[in-house]
């Protein structure tokens, strides 16, 4: 039964019909199917159950309703004399055709191989039927012994054995005992009887039970038994602590033409596959549904594809469907005075998608919901789960709570709640022109507009006359030269190298801030900007106004249970008239600050108001429409295959154009906020800019320090006079203990000078260096 679970699951269907004999061994293996089903989230719809030995005309009866229901698989669990017999009559009932599925326990493989050769009559009836027989490993040791079978059996005559798996077990079982019985006398066990108390003769009977003597060893012999492990026809004979074999397997036999295919294997061990069990058994135990696999199997009516397993009853009911009765956005669905008594998108969308099914569906709508008001959409789910309904259509949310009673169909529209409110006109202010940047990028372009004016001054003051004078008149060059570079009308000159990089990257930045700011302002100006006190559903819960819901919407538990918004808060509004009044008169007038509801309502009352109010915020749930059906049901799963088809071929933006396509507005307000101009856009412009000034200072100080090296350093008076021309006044010092004042005065000092300062010191190094050599050449001849 566990390997027919696995075969159900494998080829996808979820419901069948369990055929078997009223008797202990037929209750006991549906029973058992049952909860084998249960564990792969099957079934058993229907248990056809016929007592032993009925007639043809039973028999006939019972197919015939079995006929009029939903599911197409048939599990059929009999005893071999009548086993036969039911396929006759389904196919008299035209049961063993296309669309059909048979699947046999195994008295149907032992069977057809105990009465071997089988009439082309028998299989004719069991064409395409998948069954299971015991799996025995053709070894070396079952050819023998079927060799001798055969020679012994049918030394005068010809043909095959005629032996089936239960012949294998027998023989085996004989062995086992044997072999038990053996270890047994070899443990020191003894043979010997006793009375049993309990079993005496009552009221004269002529069983004569007091003369039945009970096996004194049966315990020790039973212990025996369980501990064998020997290799048999059968296999490997083994069993594990509920003293079943430890490897239990099937073939999976399709039966067609005159004989059986085998399409595969199953074990406890691996599950289905196309590899003999014992092969499997040296692999890690895997039976994950990835790995199931069998050979393509032919069924009823030489249909090589996989049936369905399941169609509509024939039994006259079509198909229940509850379709909301609104009385607000009936664009999405309504109540029609014209067959089929609804329209709407909703209605539109389900009927395109039963049309792409490869079968009828027929169905038949009602209207859930008085007219009056909108219906509340959980009971209409709770329909559905507790059978008044097959499913529900209309626009219904996809939420976690109903997804754990109904199944759902792939989303049909996305959908998610948003936040809609007044909304005003920004009035001009006369600081819009400080608007296009944060002030984080104000404080930083103004440092740098003072950096970069700073260094050009640094690079320029010694050979540059435009850049020199008093303390005040340099403080101000500085000033106007940094920020006339914004409007690129700086009237001095760069004479430096390094000061013309830091110029030229400079002004490419100041180019790229004015361009963006000119953008942005103007953005600001022109656009119109809209504001609200509402700035999203984080600051509607921290305030304490009411709130509008959408009568019948599950926004109205999800803001009491989710978000712990106060029911006293929230007012519940039935259409757009209402929506917009509400909102117009303001919660000091008895309306609402904001209405909470799902985005394609949100969408048709916008549109519908002229778009005079705006949502504000983020969409802050997702979720779609899609439509229900009760647990397990087949046709959501075809029925979302369906709609992934419509969009991917476009019929879906089709019916959406023909019933949604209304004036679009900006949906969400305008944040000015949103679009100033932050420091997280230019920051590698400024970075650029900082490591040219910083690459620019270093190389000018130390060219500043090669320079006053060479005036500091010397040896004597060279060095002592050297300093001296720079300070005058100052007591003569070295080298070392020149001051940081010194430094200063010297960098403050033109270019020019420096140069002329340093010809001068060659020229007297000379005129020193020459009259010491005539003194020395003088002396020589002494």
């Known amino acids: 039964m566990f ?134 490993p053709d070894t070396d040791l079952k050819k023998r012994f079927m060799s001798r079978w055969n020679s012994l059996k049918y030394k005068n005559t010809t043909g095959p054995a005629g032996f089936n798996s239960y012949a294998l077990f027998a023989y085996d079982s004989v062995w086992l005992a044997a072999r038990a019985l053996d270890a047994f006398f070899n443990d020191g066990g003894r043979v010997s009887f006793s009375d049993d108390p309990k079993l005496h003769d009552r009221n004269r009977s002529s069983l004569h039970l007091s003369s039945l003597r009970v096996f004194n060893g049966g315990q020790q012999y039973l212990q025996t038994i369980l501990r064998m492990n020997f290799t048999g026809l059968s296999g490997q004979i083994q069993f594990d602590l509920d003293k079943n074999l430890v490897h239990p397997a099937y073939e999976v036999l399709n039966i067609g033409g005159t004989g059986m295919r085998r399409i595969g294997y199953w074990s406890n061990y691996s599950g289905l596959s196309v590899v003999a069990p014992e092969t499997l058994y040296r692999k890690p135990y895997n039976t994950s549904t990835s790995n199931q696999q069998l050979y393509p199997a032919i069924w009823p009516g030489e249909n090589s594809e996989t049936p369905r397993g399941w169609v509509f009853p024939n039994n006259g009911k079509p198909l229940r469907i509850a379709v909301p009765n609104r009385v607000s956005y009936k664009d999405f669905v309504a109540e029609d005075k014209n067959p089929p008594g609804v329209r709407g998108y909703c209605i539109d969308v389900f009927e395109a998608a039963i049309n792409l099914l490869p079968y009828p569906v027929p169905h038949t709508y009602m209207l859930y919901g008085d007219g009056k008001r909108n219906p509340v959409y959980n009971e209409l789910v709770n329909g559905v789960a507790q059978n008044k309904y097959d499913a529900a259509v209309g626009d219904v949310t996809i939420i976690t709570n109903r997804t754990k009673i109904v199944d759902f169909t792939q989303p049909y529209m996305e959908s998610g709640l948003v936040v809609v409110a007044p909304v005003k006109e920004v009035k001009s202010s006369p600081w819009a022109f400080l608007k296009p940047f944060t002030v984080q990028m104000w404080c930083v372009t103004g440092a740098f507009f003072l950096f ?331």
């Open 452 to 782: 970069v004016g700073a260094v050009v001054w640094i690079l320029e003051h010694r050979i540059n006359h435009e850049f020199r004078g008093t303390p005040r008149q340099q403080l101000i060059t500085i000033c106007w030269f940094s920020f006339s570079t914004m409007f690129f009308s700086h009237r001095e000159n760069t004479a430096s190298t390094l000061g013309r990089m830091v110029l030229i990257i400079w002004l490419f930045v100041v180019l790229i801030i004015n361009s963006s700011y000119t953008a942005s302002l103007t953005s600001i100006l022109t656009v119109q900007q809209l504001t609200s006190r509402i700035e999203g559903i984080d600051s509607l819960i921290s305030s304490t106004e009411p709130i509008g819901v959408q009568e019948g919407s599950f926004a109205w538990n999800y803001l009491i249970d989710e978000l712990n918004i106060a029911e006293s808060r929230l007012v519940k509004l039935q259409n757009q008239d209402e929506y917009f009044s509400a909102l117009k008169r303001g919660p000091k007038a008895g309306g609402v600050a904001a209405i909470v509801d799902e985005l394609p309502y949100i969408e048709l009352f916008l549109s519908s108001t002229n778009c005079k109010f705006r949502t504000v915020g983020q969409e802050f749930t997702k979720s779609g429409w899609g439509f229900a059906f009760q647990r397990d049901s087949p046709l959501a799963v075809d029925l979302s295959t369906a709609i992934l088809q419509l969009s991917e071929n476009g019929d879906l933006q089709k019916i959406h154009n023909k019933w949604l396509t209304r004036t679009e507005c900006s949906m969400q307000i305008n944040e000015v906020d949103d679009n100033r101009l932050s420091l997280s856009s230019f920051w590698g412009l400024f970075l650029i800019c900082g490591l040219a000034c910083f690459i620019a200072l270093t190389t000018f100080f130390c060219r500043v320090l090669c320079q006053y090296r060479k005036f500091a350093m010397g040896h004597g008076e060279e060095g002592e006079v050297g300093v001296e021309e720079i300070q005058p006044a100052r007591p003569r010092r070295s080298l070392r203990s020149a001051s940081f004042k010194d430094l200063i005065g010297f960098v403050d000092r033109k270019e020019t000078e420096i140069k002329e300062m340093l010809k001068r010191k060659a020229s007297d190094s000379k005129r020193q260096a020459s009259p010491s050599k005539d003194g020395q050449a003088s002396s020589s001849p002494a």
């Open 3 to 136: 390997a027919i679970a696995d075969l159900v699951t494998y080829y996808g269907w979820r419901e069948v019909i369990a055929i078997f004999v009223d008797d202990d061994y037929g209750r006991n293996g549906i029973s058992v199917l049952g909860d084998a089903l249960a564990k792969k989230r099957c079934k058993i719809s229907y248990k056809a159950a016929f007592t032993p030995g009925a007639s043809n005309s039973a028999i006939n009866d019972l197919l015939v309703g079995v006929n009029l229901m939903e599911s197409r698989v048939y599990v059929v669990h009999v005893n071999p004399d009548s086993g036969l017999k039911i396929f006759s009559v389904a196919q008299n009932l035209g049961m063993v055709t296309k669309g059909y599925v048979w699947i046999a326990t195994d008295w149907l493989p032992s069977l057809l191989d105990s009465i071997q050769p089988v009439d082309v009559n028998t299989m004719n009836l069991l064409q395409g039927v998948v069954a299971l027989r015991h799996y025995t």
